[in-house]
């Protein structure tokens, strides 16, 4: 099976900049796209971007110019440079992958990794 692990949250100030890292394992040869979302409190989980393991990517619009999504296949991570960051950014970061055959298609959420935008 695959499994997704984040890594890079914590807090920062308004105006800067983190990037989170999230690493698969498993069956990394069966994964398709792979994406970032977030959920803030009290919100809906929200798709920020979405990459193909070609490399061809998405973005909301919330955070298109602000954020970028980048892929890796060699190192099976996928990473989310953000800058210009906003108290509306804060929320719990997931990453995403979709795998498996057309036939049978999966999906698979990391635990998430909490971003804090505060001064």
């Known amino acids: 099976q695959v499994e997704l692990v984040e890594s890079g949250g914590g807090w920062v100030q308004p105006g800067g900049s983190r990037r989170l890292v999230c690493t698969a394992s498993?069956?990394?040869?069966?994964?398709?796209?792979m994406a970032w979302y977030r959920q803030a409190p009290g919100k809906q989980r929200e798709l920020l971007a979405i990459?193909?393991?070609?490399?061809?990517?998405n973005y909301a619009d919330s955070v298109k110019g602000r954020f970028t999504i980048s892929r890796d296949n060699a190192k099976n991570t996928i990473s989310l440079q953000m800058s210009s960051l906003k108290p509306e950014d804060t929320a719990v970061y997931y990453c995403?992958?979709?795998?498996?055959?057309?036939?049978?298609?999966?999906?698979?959420w990391g635990q998430g990794t909490l971003v804090t935008v505060s001064s």
């Open positions: 995403y992958a979709e795998f498996g055959s057309d036939y049978s298609p999966l999906d698979i």
């Open positions: 498993g069956s990394t040869r069966s994964i398709h796209n």
């Open positions: 990459i193909s393991r070609g490399g061809n990517s």
